[in-house]
């Protein structure tokens, strides 16, 4: 059998992934993995050694994490390009799309150029791989969604997703996109700077080309809803988003700083929080959107630009300053997207990874890593997978304890990078391409 294997490797470089192959490897189709953007894989096995596979230089940097379906890792480019790599390394096909726009025709960001910053989802039903492209149109830019198929690369689907009436210089598609009942849902915020009348919308695209429901935070500008993990659907198949500041700081809630709880197919609100100083998070840029809504159980897990968290019931969000309970320094901050394991988190802190569990309406704290691991993380395999985004080093935490059980240089990565799990491998996106970590 030993002899067989080159000519193994052989044929994977000349023909698309097999039924079989496409079987024998885990899949990860958004953003931490599932339609909930859990972060949790039950196919990693525990880590032995860990060691580069292989890694790739791209055409741009990677801000959106890798996807895996049919047994080929999707990577998208901020030259708005996607490229698919078997599992070994070999690239199978890349479809580079119209060109990225430059920072300097942005009223403001910090993005460049920019290009595909939302993480892609992928579509069974139809093997297609959805992202959102970012590119020049004469004097303003323009959103589309396209769709390439995972097993060729081939374009299959485009379409503009900009909002009617709504200037799209001032709207950036940072958020991962969801997949959920045949709707690519994407979300919209603004650029770093906060510059022009920019508003927070969630777009239901139905991949059978049906007409788009649009969701807007509120009457007055701002209130985006830009944090990397996108939307996450809660137990009863609602759609949750968390919008940032909005521009006003008296008077009536005006959709800012807050978790909406949308039902799925007509994206109208159900329900809503907001903290009870709501108005003084939006004066002082202080406010939940730098992170989703992380669901443990039947309970919502939310914390921003501050030391306090907050845990929600699903069912009813609670409104204007009514959490279940209201938690101080959990986190100094946080700033991307959640993993969960049954009913724990693991919590991406500017001061070091925290995990907590959840009974009823009480919170644990647990253990806080270094506060240099600070990535959006995942589990899998007993432990905790998390980045060190500017010491470019992925680690691998014990989950019981946040002991440090394994290390390796991956290279820089973006402040909100995140792993995708994969059988024995974590592919990791960098300033520069792309690493795929083995666990053997």
Known sequence: MRRLVPVLVLLTTLLPPSRAEAASAADWTQYHGDIAHSGYSAAVQPPGAVKVS?????DGAVYASPVVAESTVVVATEHNSLYGFSRSGVLRWAHHDLRPVPLKSLPCGNIDPLGITGTPAYDAASHLVYAVVTTPYGSSIRHQLIGVDVRNGRLVSRRGIDVPGQDPRYENQRG?????RGRVLVTFGGHAGDCGPYHGYLLEVPTNGAAVQTFRTGADTEAGMWQASGPTIAPDGSVLVVSGNGSRTSGAWDGGNAVHKLSSLNATRASYFTPADWAQGNRDDADLGSSGATVIGSRIWIQGKTNVGYLLDYRNL??????LAAVTDACAKQFGGAAVHGLSA???CTDGVRKISVSGTTVTQGWKAASNITGSP???????WSLDPSGGTLYALDEGTGAVRRQISVGTTTRFATP?????LAFVGTTTGVVAVANV
Request: with cysteine.
């Open 318 to 323: 609670g409104g204007i300053g009514h959490p």
């Open 378 to 384: 995942v589990v899998g395999g007993g432990c905790v």
């Open 420 to 424: 995708a799990l994969s059988g024995s």
């Open 346 to 348: 693991y919590l991406p």
């Open 54 to 58: 292989w890694s790739k230089q791209l």
């Open 176 to 180: 991962a996109l969801g997949l959920y």
